[in-house]
């Protein structure tokens, strides 16, 4: 086995941080200073749903609380314009209301009012409910000023890997924006500013029932015309809504646990045109069914029978010009909800459980699943997960029937802290049977105080014919506190390790990865809100000791009160290529290659009607030279209609020959009300020169359910889906 210095000096950078944060890990509570609390009031009465608070006697009985500190522009300063919140409950529900004054209604902004549309660029208001309050995760509720519908999931306080993570894709991580729950909100909008009102049902939810409970809890509001965010429980300018730890709290709630199950059945209609020597017209008819109940208040059972994802969105079009495994996330709704509770690895690098990998082929083929089941849920501190699915056979992709199944268990202690394991199977069925796959691992992290946090896994696969050397390891030690995020990580995948039920982006190797990241704010400098100076470094070796890949990165970040950014970072790079390899036709010898290359990125006020992000990265590529260009245009038009067109052009000049490549982009929404909607995707690969385009119109229900209609000229195939939500207990 090689050796290189490097991974000695990394992982003794790693412990040296590891010391720092220890040292700091006990003095934060000197810092953030007490947190605020609200009480809960029990409810005879319950109020209408109709977003009017200030006329309504249910609401104006309670009384509100007011205070909120500003984040953005002002750290610490009070908000700059007053906004009343109201928390009540009764046997089955949560209320809660929220009256944004603001002196200049006419400036209110919504770009947008589409289902779980950002709401970073906007008049919003959101809050975060932790209802185990552990700390660590959370609900996560909003809406803008025509009632757009936002909610999503948030696990590790919504951290998920080098900086953060955001599991829009399904990409593991602690953000997860495609869980969709059953609940109601209605704004009204008036001289006074705007008022938002909040039903939801507490069997959307998972908490432990019983008297006095208190719940973590933390309110947002953005005021656009200010470029203002301002939370009720203040946080330091690093952090967000997802922190829960530093969360407020609500208290006074008595609550009994809430009757759930659910039955969701959809049926759906299929017309596919085949090419078989001459076109042929096939109309297929299909149907099944999901149920959810609720075996307590905090642990859910979920089953499926015959899933189908049809009505979600394609993949994103992808040129791979390196020679690596690409990553596409997963955005079925099934597999995303909770997704979380299963994330153990590096997020898109070395993911030990990957829900792609069932009834997804290699290519992007699907293979029917015919049945599965999930347990999840929460007893006590402890997380619990239990996923088992069943795939049929596809022979044209080479693929038997085959069982996946996936076991984690996590316990959570004080400070952020908690231990965990994960087990993951995948066993084909039938003639197959002898072949079997395993994964074994167990995680954990060690929360410093606010401050700081040690994190890692070690993990091992197990299959038929195993050569040894099958193990994976991550450790990871972060501070991230009063403007600066300090990171550095070493991870280790061996030559045999191979979880066939997840993900790796490259196989055997090391790599020690560094980053040291600061953010400035200035009180007042020539209309500035922030500067980010910044330099990281990752570098990947092979289990031989040969450096495959060294990236330098050293860039600020130029940010202005406006909403203007301007990135500038050069980067030092290092390929190590073992053996020839094609990039899209052009032939690239075995080698050493190293070049330096410039960077900028440019980004306009996203909440203006016309906005515009350009990415641009010119220097030396495989012995040769790129120019790499994404721009992106969005159009808004009031609150209706969105378009995002993107341009990804890259230009490239090798010894062994010139190419070009393009990928054209265009997302277009048209918003008729937040619950229908009509949606397309346009694209053009240049590579394989084709043009595909996924047209979709939505008219939603509860918890993302409703009528679709899909056309997709990549499978040259229309359908119609309805599926509905049936209480059998409420």
Known sequence: ???????TVFVGLCCLLSSF???????????VGERPNIQAVALDDTPQIDGEILHDPVWQKIHPIAAMWQSKPSIGSPASERTEIRI??????????????????KKLVAADNRRDASLDNMDAFLFILDTYHDGQNGFVFGTNIEGLEYDAQVTNEGIGGFGGGRQRGGSIGGFNLNWDGSWQVKTQVGDFGWSAEFA????????AAGNDKVWGINFRRNIQKNNEIDYWASLPLEFNLNRVSLAGTVSNLHLKSPGNLKLIPYVLSSTSIHNTGSKSVQVDFDAGADMKYSVSPSMTLDITYHPDFAQVEVDDEQINLDRFNLFFPEKRPFFLENAGLFSVGSPGEVDLFFSRRIGIAEGGSVVPISA???????INKTNIGLLSMFTESRFDVQTPKNNFSAARISHEFKARSSVGALFVSKQPLGSEIGHFNRTYAIDGKWGLGQKAQLSGFIAKTKSPNDLGDNYALKMQARYDWKGWLLNAAYT???????????????TAFRKPEVLIFRRIRPKDFHGFLEFRPHVSYRGFWGIDGYQETGFLHIDNHWVWKNGLEIHTGINFTTEGVRNDFTLVEVLVPKGVYKHKEAQIVFRTNASKTLSISTFHRLGGFFGGKRYANRVSLN?????KFNAVTSVNNNIIQLPGGDFNTNIFSSRLSYSFTPRTFAQALIQYNSVTNKWSANVRFGKLRDANTGLFLVLNTATESFLIKYS?????IK
């Open 21 to 31: 944060l220890i040292a700091q890990g006990d003095s934060y509570s000197k810092s």
């Open 372 to 378: 599965g089941a999930r347990l999840s849920g929460k």
């Open 724 to 728: 509905r939500v049936i209480e059998l």
């Open 492 to 506: 280790e995948v061996a030559r045999s390790f191979n979880p066939e039920v997840g993900f790796l982006r490259r």
């Open 635 to 639: 159009l808004r038009l009031g609150d």
């Open 88 to 105: 009540a409950y009764s046997s089955t529900t949560l209320y809660l209301s929220a009256v944004c004054y603001d002196s200049e209604p």
């Open 200 to 207: 939801i049902p507490l069997r959307t939810l998972r908490f």
């Open 1 to 7: 086995m090689g050796f290189n210095p490097m991974h």
